[in-house]
């Protein structure tokens, strides 16, 4: 069972495909495993469809269109869950599109970090985020790793226990530079998670890349 969901914000962009594709990443393997969110992106893609059908939309139309397909979800009328491919991700470790990604790699190539922690790095096209495979030996906490903005952390084997709460198979957290916290895989298993953080500033000129490590940015 499903504790840790997606944040609305994020399946809001990534239902009007601005999200980028690192988070797209984690978002599209969350959904693979959770039915709630796929049954809430399903809604905010109808609501989206409806508003741009309906253009231009003033206030009372929007509460209005709302009301009534919330009518029409709750009445059946509109399939509450997106069709996936069934038998292609339900079993496995890694749900499609995540395994598509690790294929496009090579296939699963995990590189050791010490104390029997590995870890694979998802190559994307999107430079703003550095998207990996995190693997947490049973009972050991996780490596220590910069912690700079936003981390979106998705259990696909295992669990995690931190300060917060539990994390088990299809969790998600998400912890900023403000969160202070010692996960650590709980004993009996081996974690296995997808962490999705945002890439440190590149910088073009030579000077400030120099610099970088000095100015802690
Ligand atoms: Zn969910």
Known sequence: MIEHHLDDDMLQ???AGTLAEGWSVAVATHLALCPACRSKLSMLESVGGYFIDSEPADEAAVSQSW?????????GQIDK?????????????YPQPLRTYIDAAGGLK???????????????????TTVRLLKIPAGQPVPE???????????????FSDEVS?????????????LTHQPKADAGRDCICLAVTEAPLRFKSRFLRLIQPILGI
């Open 13 to 15: 962009q990534y239902a």
């Open 67 to 75: 009301e009534s397909l919330k009518a029409k979800i709750d009445a």
């Open 81 to 93: 869950v997106v069709p996936i491919k069934k038998g292609s991700w339900s079993d496995h470790t």
């Open 110 to 128: 995990w590189r050791q970090l010490g104390r029997g922690a590995a870890q694979m790095m998802i190559p994307t096209s999107d430079e703003t």
């Open 145 to 159: 790793h910069s912690h700079r903005g936003v981390e979106l952390t998705l259990v696909l084997d295992g669990s």
């Open 166 to 178: 539990r994390f088990a198979r299809g969790d998600v957290e998400m912890a900023d530079d403000s």
